[in-house]
């Protein structure tokens, strides 16, 4: 091939180019619409082809498949498939405010169902798009271009009356850029244009206060907040809207209990039924929204009835929280006012865009009055010239007659009667019946009237204020004839966070008084035990339990309840249960962050708004006490609450809000007895190391510590399972005995002991060899005199051993 014919090009410069080429083919010619009619190309071309076709409201409706057809084969050269669907979309009244077309047929549900095939479906224009959009199109208001093979002739834009983008809405998905307009009211949008007519520097407020809110087909809730101000003034912004929901008690029929139950009506705009029905159903089998017996779709042609059917003791405030937070219930919808201006994306603000729109309008107007202007200047030109030739119709029959031919009668006129060569034409085909009087007359009349449209149409030209004044009549015809009543209920005054607060505190509320419980168990999975369950777990006193229900951490739930966690490595970290309160979730790296699961060693529950003392023991026999301040309890953040050096841990932790005392047990047994005051244990700062309390023996470990009250019995718990009781009068204060106190009859032989405790608890243990129990300690007969006690129950194998021992609370006293 001859070299001579190729041109080199740079890659990167074709590249660009050709993308450059495509943006701005999808951008204009696809996915945005046009500021003007708010319309997309291919909605555009659906509407003129069936205008064209005669596919008026007054007419029989005819196939898709015909409309499809023309429109492919005159305007739009691209799939049947994408035309059929924006002409269904069209006709959808859950998709569109205010349908263009009407429709004889299926197209389609709010359950997401397909429309029939287009050959099954037929179609006209729908009354408001024959009069807003098509009325005008004859009289010259628009320009027309060439198809996409020069062989037909399409409208650039239709020329609106109303701004059917803001009424309809739009969405569009182009290259680099995106549109998302919701569809408003028509009556608040003509307020809002006559307001912005008659004083072009109306305030943003006062504009926003007119036009409320975006009002969606399908009604739900819209939550009124700054984001539509920001919206408005921005024309980008995030809106809540929510689902209608409301209570209702059902009667089941004779002899069956009356259910309290949700009757959903309205579900927000774009959101299928059958999908969120679906949706909802695998969240309750999921164990993620509970209270929820059953749910029906009693919907139909009168309207949507989702029938949601709670538990006896469900409560109802609580399952609308759990649909609106984890549902699409209520959903966001993201808008941005973005569509096409002289051919360029541009993003409009509302009063922008109306602005735009009166403009636009107001031009048509102009185009509309020159082109009724200049056939009135027509009609007037040629009654003048039947008005004179009527006057003296004897010489018109005169040279009419004298003539030879048709030309030479015109030219005669002409002449004679100083008319326009129109004017002659007009004459010479004037019927005998205009020469009777009552059609003289007509003319005459005929003439005055064209003459008060001349005047007319040449005013509404030259005076501004008169052609809007026009433009506002209309405007409030079309809002007469076309207006609907607000669909979408706008929710003012509501403060999200405040609702969600008040929800929260109803859920608190409902859980106090069934006596709730919060539970961490040894996979740190936190969880809700009722009361009964509570009880039935716990007073059956000494028994072998299921390893999965083994404890870590029991409190009641409270307001005021803070939970936080205590690591080997003396770090703090905070347990969100509040945001959680109605799901069981596992305490995981998500929440814990940077923290090992295994280096934590207690969960501590504390009473906001009363001292807290949260008391730390360190493997060295260091010990301090810290106040867990306002910023500790405010804190979500993870800290370290201790020094710690020369690997040095934390081995035991407790909270303390009382005058208690404190007790420490060593490996070999030995006890130090302290008393917890301030006087006498000075609470230090996060950053100190504490207090030296505990000097160990070179063999021996520190491994645990609680607070006690005063003649309570203490129990200590060893690796082999022995277990102690020693009462705490017995034990001699540290202060005084610096080597503190040993019993001869806590002696171990092959063993030590791992934890200590008072009687007010319980204890949950696990060995070596997955076998799981929980003591409580008042149950054990320490009565007898064998030296100790072993938990033969739990049967012991050769080598097993306690793995590990969790102190929990009592709360059944």
Not at 369 to 382: M, P, Q, S
Not at 421 to 444: F, G, H, W
Request: proline fraction near 3%.
């Amino acid at each position: 091939m001859d070299k001579n014919k190729f041109t080199s090009i740079s890659l990167q410069e074709e590249m660009q180019r050709s993308y450059l080429e495509y943006a701005m083919s999808v951008i204009v010619g696809r996915a945005l619409p046009d500021a003007r009619d708010g319309l997309k190309p291919v909605q555009r071309r659906i509407l003129f082809a069936m205008y064209e076709l005669g596919l008026t409201p007054d007419r029989p409706f005819r196939k898709c498949a015909r409309v499809v057809g023309d429109v492919l084969g005159k305007y739009h050269p691209h799939g049947d498939q994408a035309v059929y669907d924006a002409l269904v979309r069209l006709v959808q009244n859950f998709s569109t405010k205010y349908p263009t077309l009407d429709g004889h047929g299926n197209f389609g549900s709010v359950d997401n169902d397909p429309p029939a095939a287009m050959r099954y479906t037929e179609t006209r224009l729908a009354p408001i798009a024959h009069k807003a959009f098509l009325e005008e199109i004859g009289s010259e208001t628009v320009n027309f271009s060439n198809n996409f093979d020069g062989s037909q002739k399409e409208p650039d834009v239709l020329p609106a009356q109303l701004p059917f983008l803001l009424l309809n809405g739009s969405s569009g998905i182009a290259v680099g850029m995106a549109t998302n307009i919701p569809p408003h009211n028509l009556g608040e949008i003509v307020d809002g244009l006559v307001a912005l007519v008659e004083n072009k520097d109306v305030s943003d407020k006062k504009l926003s206060n007119i036009i409320k809110g975006p009002d969606f087909p399908t009604g739900g809730e819209l939550i009124y907040n700054r984001a539509i101000e920001e919206l408005y003034e921005t024309g980008k912004g995030s809106i809540t809207i929510r689902g209608v929901i409301k209570t209702e008690e059902l009667n089941l029929g004779k002899g069956k209990h009356k259910r309290n139950a949700l009757i959903i009506s309205e579900l927000p705009y774009q959101i299928s039924k059958a999908s969120w029905i679906e949706k909802l159903a695998e969240l309750i089998n999921a164990g993620k929204i509970n209270g929820i017996s059953d749910i029906r779709d009693e919907s139909d042609r009168d309207g949507m009835r989702i029938v949601i059917e709670l538990k006896k003791d469900s409560n109802a405030e609580i399952v609308i929280s759990n649909l609106y937070k984890k549902t699409t219930l209520q959903t966001n919808f993201g808008a941005i006012f973005l569509a096409l201006i002289k051919g360029k994306p541009i993003q409009l603000n509302l009063k922008q865009y109306l602005n735009y729109f009166i403009e636009f309008r107001e031009e048509t107007i102009r185009k509309r009055t020159n082109y009724f202007l200049k056939n009135t200047l027509e009609k007037l030109e040629i009654l003048e010239g039947l008005s004179k030739a009527t006057k003296d119709i004897k010489k018109v029959i005169e040279i009419i007659q004298e003539s030879e031919n048709p030309i030479e009668a015109k030219t005669k006129l002409i002449d004679n009667f100083f008319i326009s060569e129109k004017q002659a034409n007009s004459v010479l085909d004037m019927p005998l019946k205009k020469l009777t009087n009552l059609e003289r007359y007509q003319i005459d009349d005929d003439i005055k009237k064209f003459q008060e449209k001349k005047n007319y149409f040449q005013k509404l030209l030259n005076d501004r204020k008169l052609l809007l004044k026009l433009l506002i009549e209309e405007l409030l015809i079309l809002k007469k004839k076309y207006n609907v009543k607000r669909k979408t209920k706008l929710l003012k005054n509501i403060d999200q966070n405040e609702e969600l607060e008040t929800i929260n505190n109803q859920i608190l509320e409902n859980y106090i008084n069934k006596q709730t419980k919060l539970c961490i168990d040894n996979r740190l999975y936190l969880r809700k035990m009722i009361s009964n369950n509570y009880k039935k777990s716990f007073d059956d006193g000494n028994k072998i339990i299921d390893n999965r229900n083994i404890q870590k951490f029991i409190c009641n739930i409270d307001k005021n309840l803070k939970i936080i966690g205590i690591t080997v490595t003396g770090k703090v970290f905070h347990v969100d249960w509040e945001s959680n309160i109605n799901n069981d979730y596992k305490i995981d790296n998500k929440i814990l962050g940077s923290i090992d699961p295994n280096e934590i060693i207690n969960f501590h529950s504390i009473t906001k708004g009363i001292e807290n003392y949260l008391c730390i023991l360190n493997s060295d026999g260091r010990f301090k006490k810290v106040l867990f301040d306002e910023d500790m309890i405010k804190s979500n953040r993870s800290f370290s609450i201790t020094k710690l050096k020369n690997n040095i841990k934390t081995i035991d932790s407790f909270i303390s809000y009382e005058e208690k005392n404190l007790i420490i047990l060593t490996s070999i047994g030995r006890i130090f007895k302290f008393n917890l005051s301030n006087k006498l244990l000075i609470p230090t700062s996060k950053q100190s190391q504490g207090l030296m309390l505990v000097k160990l023996l070179p063999t021996e470990k520190l491994v645990s510590c609680c607070p006690y009250q005063h003649g309570e019995n203490i129990y200590l718990v060893s690796k082999q399972g022995k277990i102690f009781c020693i009462n705490s009068n017995e034990i001699y204060n540290a202060s005084e005995y610096s080597l503190g106190y040993l019993n001869e009859r806590t002696q171990l032989k092959n063993d030590y002991f791992i934890k200590i405790l008072p009687s007010n608890h319980y204890l949950d243990i696990e060995t070596n060899k997955n076998k799981s129990a929980r003591l409580d300690f008042k149950k054990l007969n320490f009565k007898s005199n064998k030296t100790n006690f072993l938990i033969d129950f739990l049967k012991l194998d050769n080598g097993e051993h306690l793995e590990n021992c969790f102190r929990l609370e009592n709360f059944l006293d």
